[in-house]
Every structure is written in C-alpha cells, then in structure tokens.
C-alpha cells in the first residue's frame, strides 16, 4: 500500500502485548488524530532486532499522545512470541497476524520486499511506507504525532474527609482501608479499626489528595531483578496464631506477598493464613 492509501479495518489478529482491544483501520472518533505505526517483523530477522530498542524508545516518546506503535509477526508459536517479547522489553503492541489479514491486506499490497517494513498511519491513511530505521521514519511519525490528540489521564481530585472520627469508626474495615490506599497512604503495620481512623483524620480531612487513571494494558511486566526466595508453609495451628499480635500475623502475609485488602480483625487474618500458607 503506497503513501495516501486508506488501510482496510482489521482485527483478527491476537494481541500478545498492549491494549487487548486494538485493531488496525477502525473507527476515528470525530475532532480525534490517532497515529498508528504498522511494522511486520519476525524473530529471526536481524534487521528487525535492531528496530526493536528504536521502536520502545519512540513509544515511550509518544506516550502521552494517541501513537499506537504495533509489531505484527505471522509466527505461529504464541509461547515463543511471549518469551521473546518479555525478554527484549518490548514496550509497544505485538501481535500474531495468525489468520494472514495484515500481511495480505496492508503488507503485500505496498510491494515490500522484505521484514522490517513500517508504515506511518494518520486516521486511517497511510503517510510512510518504508524501513522503520530509515530517517524519513522518524521525521514522518514526530510530525503525525505533534498533531496526535492527547491520551493524558488528568488526576481525579479526592474529596476531603469530612466525617468525625466516631463517623469513621461505624464504618467497615475495608472502607476505612480504601480510604487510605485511594490517596496512597501506606497502612502497613495498622492492625485496629481505631489506627486507620486517627490516621485518616490526620492525613485526609485537610490535604487534598489526587488519584491517577492508569490506562488499561496487557503487556508483560518488567523482568524481576531478583530471585524470588520460597518461604515454607506456615506451621502454627489456629490456635497458636490467633495468640500472635495482628502485626505479625499481617507480616506472615506480606512476606509471601498474599493480598489481606480490608483485612483489620486477627480472626479474618489467621483463617486467611491457614487457607494460605500452610501448605
């Protein structure tokens, strides 16, 4: 497909990483620009590798922008993609072109001969056909991109508090718990309904807090940089436990990372750990 072709809507391709609902010449919402970057590759291509740090960097660029950067690959093995995605960071939408649509309908009809291709698409029309590498690539994007509508999430603005600390208390455990955690006050090691209310009332009846819109993604996360170390099951009884204070019995769950959200009375916290973390 040459510059100024309109590309056809496609969406039959499986999404390994990114934005589980993207597809390719959908829809444009009116007064919106939306610029999408198609490059076709392969993991054994070398050339394709090379793209693969330059194309993370520019997603990250136009991240607050309406790019949507996509690899599309025809292998068939899902598993080796999603390794192979995971180990290179690859930061922007991948996904297995499994039925063919892209690479018959966008891929063949530019007359490319070879992987990595790349085209520039502006609402749907097509504004670069060439290698992602070549330095038009990337004049032409940071040109569609200056005019791309904006994906910023403003921060939603958090009521104050404004309940009395007897109003608090009549509320449940878990209430009192999102309170904080919206405003992204740490409660770790508050074990008493009277703890999370004092510290709402001192942190939250007077500093206005903000609350970020993430964007919804499915891509992989990071590699862990250390080795997770597996601790043995938990050996106390029932009974044994509901004699610990609820500090440690909280400590026993974050150790081995098992959510206890709206978790307050020590016998909620040691049925959670006995279905948990005692085998």
């Known amino acids: 497909m040459s510059v100024g072709t309109v590309v056809p809507f496609v969406d039959d391709f499986l999404v390994i990483s990114g934005d589980s609902s993207t597809t390719v010449g959908g829809p444009i919402p009116e007064g919106r620009t939306k610029v999408v970057v198609l490059e076709f590759w392969a993991t054994w291509c070398g050339p394709c590798l090379q793209s693969i740090p330059h194309l993370s960097e520019l997603q990250r660029k136009y991240k607050d922008v309406d790019v949507t950067i996509i690899g599309s690959t025809n292998e068939k093995d899902e598993q080796k993609i999603r390794q192979f995605v995971q180990e290179k960071s690859m930061n922007y939408t991948v996904v297995i072109d499994k039925n063919g649509s892209l690479h018959s309908k966008v891929f063949k009809p530019s007359g490319s001969q070879g992987i ?29 991109a200056s005019e791309a509508s904006s994906t910023r999430k403003e921060p939603v603005a958090l009521p104050l508090i404004t309940q009395t600390y007897d109003e608090l208390m009549q509320l449940r455990p878990k209430e009192l718990r999102q309170i904080l955690e919206d405003r992204g006050i740490k409660s770790v090691g508050l074990s008493e309904k009277s703890e999370f209310a004092k510290l709402i009332i001192d942190s939250c009846t007077t500093t206005q807090y903000y609350k970020e819109v993430k964007p919804h993604t499915n891509a992989p996360p990071p590699p862990s940089e250390r080795e997770e170390v597996k601790l043995p099951p938990v050996q106390h009884s029932r009974d044994e436990l509901m004699h610990m204070h609820a500090k440690e019995l909280i400590q026993i769950l974050d150790d081995r990372h098992i959510d206890h959200t709206g978790m307050i009375e020590k016998p909620e916290l040691v049925d959670h750990i006995m279905a948990k973390c005692t085998r």
């Open 116 to 144: 990595p291709f790349a085209a520039v698409i502006v609402n749907n029309k097509i504004v670069f056909s060439g290698h992602p590498m070549d330095p038009a690539f990337a004049r032409t994007l940071e040109e569609a």
